[in-house]
């Protein structure tokens, strides 16, 4: 079965550093892209950037490049994202996606890990 | 302000159909493959349309996808309470160079 099993629930202050992960089983990990979505609370879905496992080959949406760090450990079969100093604005969910990219501007999110929720409060 | 724009809501009642519009230009819809994707309330969204109007395997044909111009659009016929959902519709926008979601629109089942 293929499966995206994320890391779990945190609760962090402002400025603080976090790393969550993701890891993929069920299918060859280093095949497909995989990307994480941000949902803020009661808001739309935001693509926030894309990996691809088997060169870390990776490409931020404009708002968050410079805002986060997507990266990933082939040999472990798992993704990340990680912030350096936390805001309150970054309280949200997050979600790793598996990518099928059949071209270059066509590409659909196949399969969602079940979220992870990133508290950030004083 | 999402680059794709859908209606917040939509509502019918049971058995009845529902459509859900979803709104863009030549630099998305009009140019590329268009996705849908259900979120049960609490949990993950989940892969429903892709390429405009194909279903992934265990998704009902009650469920289909459509587009026109620059319009695409989601139909659901014979409604049922667990159909109650956000739907959120994403493309790839060929002048923002990135992957761009509609703002996402909930169906309920009166």
């Known amino acids: 079965e293929v499966q995206l099993v994320q890391s779990g629930a945190e609760v962090k202050k402002p400025g603080e550093s976090l790393k969550i992960s993701c890891k993929g089983s069920?299918?060859?990990?280093?095949?497909?892209?995989m990307g994480w979505v941000r949902q803020m609370p009661g808001k739309g879905l935001e693509l926030m950037g894309i990996i691809h496992p088997g060169d870390s080959d990776t490409r931020y949406s404009p708002s968050f490049q410079g805002q986060v760090t997507i990266s990933v450990d082939k040999s472990i079969s798992t993704a990340y994202l990680q912030w350096r100093s936390l805001t309150a604005s970054d309280t949200a969910i997050y979600y790793c996606?598996?990518?099928?990219?059949?071209?270059?501007?066509?590409?659909?999110?196949?399969?969602w890990g079940r979220g992870t929720l990133v508290t950030v409060s004083s | 302000q999402s680059v794709l724009t859908q209606p917040p809501s939509v509502s019918a009642a049971p058995a009845q159909k529902v459509t859900i519009s979803c709104s863009g230009s030549?630099?998305?819809?009009?140019?590329?493959?268009v996705s849908w994707y259900q979120q049960l309330p609490g949990t993950a969204p989940k892969l429903f349309i892709y390429?405009?109007?194909k279903r992934p395997s265990g998704i009902p044909d009650r469920f289909s996808g459509s587009k026109s111009g620059t319009s695409a659009t989601l139909g659901i016929t014979g409604l049922q309470t667990g159909d109650e959902a956000g739907y959120y519709c994403g493309t790839w926008d060929s002048s923002l160079n990135a992957w761009v979601f509609g703002g996402g629109t909930e169906v309920t089942v009166l």
């Open positions: 390429e405009d109007r």
């Open positions: 030549s630099s998305n819809i009009g140019n590329n493959y």
């Open positions: 069920g299918y060859i990990f280093t095949s497909y892209w």
């Open positions: 996606v598996l990518i099928v990219v059949v071209t270059r501007t066509n590409w659909y999110f196949d399969l």
